[in-house]
């Protein structure tokens, strides 16, 4: 008899697709659980209007899931590992992450624009520090203009309202959805640092439940983990549990990763990138010492306004 393999998420259309691509995964590798999804109501979800800034940071999306994690309400909880704080609450753990999706920005604009052929005065949409600190940086006349909302309602404040004439967004999650035909322009990485962890999907759990570790270590992604844990050493180092614009993208090629690491003042008039790189085995510290190299550029300052 299968025995039921309870998985928490926000109830939004892309976390639902994301709890049950894991679902889905577990299933394949364990014949004998019945994975069942559990919808939690979180923070963010509650408000969507004020800026995450002003409601607690991108914590707001998980803490009453992990709250349920904790209390053994659910087995394992799903987030996009953006969403999660870079130091988790004690007695939780990341167990396992699906392979990375495209860890990239998109630009979905009215006319199809891209990037270089937006106007002076254009009105770009997004909640995110980090994509409005870049993208200043590089075209200083734009406007960015906070907008927030899952995926659908973003574009569809952009389609039928005046206020954005373009917005910001993860291509993973469009892609996810279905959307991705939707993009003006996928930015590349080069250009608009992602976020750490963007396009990962984070498998929670409690850090003394050896069963439920065990389990979920079957569909973990090793390339994808390692890249994880080199961005969020690199956030953690930071400080990045604060409202601060930073970015930090890995990619790894054998047994070695190069890490590139942003962070950014709000206003994108100063921008410090730095670049490390390691073995695989050294993820962790190669994050860790690239926080460190622009910390030292810098970075001390930016990140102590937190």
């Known amino acids: 008899m299968k025995r039921p393999f309870r998985i928490g998420t ?10 049950n ?3 889905e995964l577990l ?6 659980l019945l994975p069942e999804i559990r919808i939690i109501k979180t923070t963010g979800d509650r408000n969507f209007e004020s800026p995450l800034s ?9 803490k009453e899931i992990e709250e349920a994690l904790l209390s053994e309400e659910i087995d394992i909880a799903v987030h996009s590992m953006k969403d999660l704080p870079a ?22 604009s009215n006319g199809g624009l891209m990037l270089a052929d937006l106007p002076p005065g254009a009105r770009v949409g997004t909640g995110s520090l980090r994509r409005g600190a870049q993208l200043l940086n590089r075209m200083p006349g734009l406007r960015i203009v906070p907008i927030r909302g899952n995926v659908d309602t973003r574009l569809r404040k952009l389609r039928e309202g005046e206020e954005y004439d373009a917005i910001l967004l993860a291509a993973a999650g469009l892609g996810r959805m279905g959307l991705i035909e939707e993009a003006s322009e ?7 640092v992602p976020a750490p962890g963007q396009g990962i999907i984070a498998v929670e759990c409690r850090d003394g439940d050896e069963g439920t570790r065990d389990i979920i270590s079957m569909i973990n992604h090793a390339e994808t983990w390692i890249a994880g844990t080199a961005e969020r050493a690199f956030l953690r180092r930071l400080g990045g549990d604060c409202n601060i614009p930073a970015g930090c993208y890995a990619e790894t090629d054998g047994n070695s990763i190069e890490v590139t690491g942003i962070l950014a003042s709000p ?8 670049r490390s790189s390691g073995a695989t085995r050294d993820a962790e510290a190669v994050g860790f010492r690239l926080a460190e190299l622009v910390l030292g550029k810098g970075g ?5 306004n937190c």
């Open 10 to 19: 926000r109830g939004s259309p892309l976390a639902l697709w994301q709890a």
């Open 21 to 23: 691509y894991i679902r």
């Open 27 to 32: 299933a394949a590798v364990r014949t004998d």
């Open 54 to 62: 002003e409601i607690g940071g991108k914590g707001v999306f998980v």
């Open 87 to 108: 130091v988790l609450p004690d007695g939780l753990v990341i167990g396992a992450v699906a392979p990375r999706h495209d860890p990239r920005d998109a630009l979905v």
């Open 186 to 192: 996928i930015i590349p990485a080069e250009v608009m």
């Open 267 to 274: 206003d994108g008039k100063t921008v410090i990138r730095e």
């Open 300 to 304: 001390d300052r930016l990140a102590g």
